[in-house]
């Protein structure tokens, strides 16, 4: 998935845990990135498909010996070589004008000062999905705390300067984020990532936002991350 063409390179990450049913709809995204683009799949320990459609698309995986998705995008970021950093879920769509979009902030300089975030969106429709998308969006403008689901593209020298991703089981994005923005903002790429609806639909979407703050409320008083992980879960 590489093309010869001057431009700022960019690394996709994506990690990855029995995702055979979604990867290949990511990568077809993907492959409209027209300039060079190096994609890394960094495995949590697939026993599906996936690694075998990975390497059928041609690109680097790494095998994690950890089933943590916080250890997974540090290990993918140490072994990227653009100089911009892509994070994705394997059960994320990208808008047709992602490309556009995308590639006007890797060709501004001053892009490198912040991190970028894709619009939440859930393509089924449902009244409870659009007041999600709209607390999400609230929540990511004025609150600057996107997820990862909404991706986060982050130029090398900001990611690090920021100190990378840790190796939690949950929270990992949340803990970037909140270094990141101590010293730089977030902003939006304009530009919508879709997310899968299987997880919301099979809940409430008012109950599990509660509890999700919840979770959210007792990592930040330091509460045990594998505890948080299996609440999570459950």
Not at 21 to 35: F, R, T
Request: proline share 3%; hydrophobic share 40%.
């Amino acid at each position: 998935m590489a093309r010869s063409e001057k431009f700022s390179t960019l690394t996709i990450i994506i990690p990855t845990l029995n995702e055979a049913s979604h990867l290949p709809l990511l990568l077809a995204d993907l492959n409209a990135w027209p300039y060079d683009l190096e994609v890394i799949i960094v495995d949590g320990g697939s026993i599906d498909l996936t690694i075998s459609i990975a390497r059928i698309y041609g690109l680097n995986v790494i095998k994690s010996h950890k089933k943590n998705r916080g250890y997974q995008l540090k290990t993918g970021a140490s072994n990227a070589k653009g100089d911009w950093l892509l994070f994705l879920h394997a059960d994320s769509r990208l808008s047709p004008r992602w490309v556009k979009n995308l590639s006007k902030i890797i060709q501004n300089k001053k892009s490198e000062n912040f991190a970028w975030y894709f619009d939440f969106k859930i393509k089924r429709y449902n009244p409870e999905f659009r007041f999600l998308e709209i607390a999400v969006a609230l929540r990511s403008y004025f609150l600057q705390r996107p997820y990862g689901d909404q991706g986060l593209l982050i130029h090398k020298d900001l990611y690090y300067n920021s100190g990378g991703f840790s190796s939690l089981k949950i929270m990992e994005d949340l803990d970037l984020i909140t270094r990141i923005t101590k010293t730089n903002k977030v902003k939006r790429i304009k530009e919508n990532i879709y997310t899968d609806d299987v997880k919301w639909s099979n809940s409430n979407v008012i109950k599990r936002a509660i509890k999700n703050a919840k979770l959210r409320k007792k990592w930040r008083k330091g509460y045990d991350i594998n505890k948080l992980s299996k609440e999570y879960d459950t």
